[in-house]
């Protein structure tokens, strides 16, 4: 490809509303341009790129044994509200009409539209097991797109679903796919990690987010230092090693507090440590009144209470709930003479506290030494808060650590989640119908793609992996206008193409400054420079990612370059 007619503007300055490097360098380099917010166009610099990473996956899927399709990204409410997730996906879920009134949404992903093709088609255990893979746009409404294609409205993804006869075959399946990913992600030359996850609004159990290590990843990994344990800060368990204090009980008493709400006001205000209070957080789960029992220096998860409960929505209770139920505003909340409609659970740590501190509900008023079982009773404890840094590890060996990651891929074990609601079901050897077992995996493609620049990259620009680099070789004649130098330029530019490498030959009348420093701004994994020896036959490479620079004769240019683009 000639640079001198081909669509790659550059950009010289940082664009003020890109936050990090991977859009920048997105934007800088002609990548991606904005059409809306939340929503790119993919140049064709970004296009080459972003198909390298598809062609990837479509090797390692079709290796797995899965087999490619194509759905509509259109979907009929009808499905969704036969799966039962219309209304429980939420405000992300782009909805729409068509001229007869009919509901319709962007599919932010395809596992209503699979289950009925399969369960249309497929009938005997026969046909089973299978796995189908496609690569479409799908489309969430972000509620704060950022990041550039990291976080954006519109994006290409991978989502694959398999289908056994047995809970024993869906983890032959779920182990294919995990092995898949794990060579997907090496070969684009990601530092990632599995972690243990939560399976959100796709249902189901038994999870893994592929997560690239990040400063700037909005999700916490949480993993030990001393064995390969790894799982999302959101559904990491908590080691229940706590030891009950021997202090002996107080007699209770009631103190008022002001306006003194938060624990670090309380604490404070009545001179205690945090550890010795106790966080009480009114939720509604699935419409009904639930009281959340933390320890002070701890943090509720609530994706913790939805698995707890086994309930589909959870929500943080409004002012007006919990003056309905508790009888005083939030702040002052506490487990002591709870209506009998109010569920109250608590993490275990709690049952372990001695003398705490609580609120009253009572407005302005908070208790001191407060013991649970005599003076309030705990329906259920459960593992209701979020690990922290220092916690020992789940698995008993070493000590919790903290990273940020970007997820880029996430498999799930969904059971019968699906089959069921949608009566995809198949006859068993016996004759018998059984729901068919399902698993789902999927991968944000152009967020892989932003996530390898994130990874890979310098001060001057892109340093891309050979295996996603958008063109192998950027060929560079340093005066276009001295014959020798254009002749031999045009000379390789024909004997790479045929040897299938792929050349961006910058041939434009510009200055060698500008030209290098593009160059560097592409990261393409070697650069060619026909130079002042031209005559000779005699060029210089040098390699991105390295910045080594070496002379090569034409006769063996073809050779040393296979050395460093071959993936």
Known sequence: MKQSTYLSPTLRDIPSDAEVKSHQLMLRTGLIRQSTSGVYSFLPLG????????????????RSGAQELLMPAIQSAELWQESGRWEAYGPELMRLHDRHGREFALGPTHEEVITTLVRDDVRSYKKLPMTLYQIQNKFRDERRPRFGVLRSREFLMKDAYSFDTSFDGLDESYQK?????????????????????????????DTHEFMVLSDIGEDTIAYSDESDFAA??????????????????????????????????????????????????????DNDPVLVLVRGDHEVNDVKIKHALDAQIVEMATEEDTKQWMKTVPGYVGPLSVSDDVKVIADHAVKYIANA?????????????????????????????????????????????????????????????????????????????????????????????????????????????????????????????????????????????????????????????????DSDLFGFPVRITVGKKAAEGIVELKLRKTGEVIEVHKDELIQTVKQYVSN
């Open 357 to 517: 501190v609580c609120g009253a509900n009572k407005d302005h008023t908070h208790y001191m030494n407060v013991n649970p079982e005599r003076d309030f009773k705990v329906d259920e404890y459960y593992d209701l808060r979020n690990i922290q840094e220092g916690d020992p590890s789940p698995d008993g060996k070493g000590t919790i650590r903290f990273k940020e990651g970007i997820e880029v891929g996430h498999v799930f074990k969904l059971g019968t989640r699906y089959s069921e609601a949608m009566n995809a079901s198949f006859l068993d050897d016996q004759g018998k119908t059984k729901p068919m077992i399902m698993g789902c995996y999927g991968i944000g493609v152009s967020r892989t793609l932003a996530a390898v620049i994130e990874q890979h990259h310098d001060e001057n620009g892109i340093v891309w992996p050979a295996s996603v680099a958008p063109f192998d070789v950027h060929l560079i004649p340093v005066n276009i206008k001295q014959e020798d130098q254009r002749s031999l330029a045009d000379e390789l530019y024909t004997d790479l193409q045929n040897e299938r490498l792929e050349v961006l030959y910058d041939d434009r009348a510009e200055r060698p400054g500008v030209k290098f420093k």
């Open 47 to 62: 296009l080459k790129a972003l198909q390298k990473v598809e062609g990837i996956i479509r090797e390692e899927m079709n």
């Open 232 to 285: 999302n800060i959101e559904i990491a368990s908590v080691a229940v090693n706590y030891k009950k204090s021997d202090e002996p009980m107080k007699e209770l008493e009631e103190k008022e507090t002001h306006n003194q709400k938060s624990i670090e006001e309380v604490s404070s205000f009545l001179n205690v440590d945090a550890s010795k209070c106790i966080k009480s957080l009114l939720f509604i789960v």
């Open 177 to 205: 796919m995990f092995d898949a990913y794990s060579r997907i992600f090496t070969r684009c030359e990601l530092d990632f990690r599995a972690v243990v996850a939560d399976s959100g609004a796709m249902g189901g159990k």
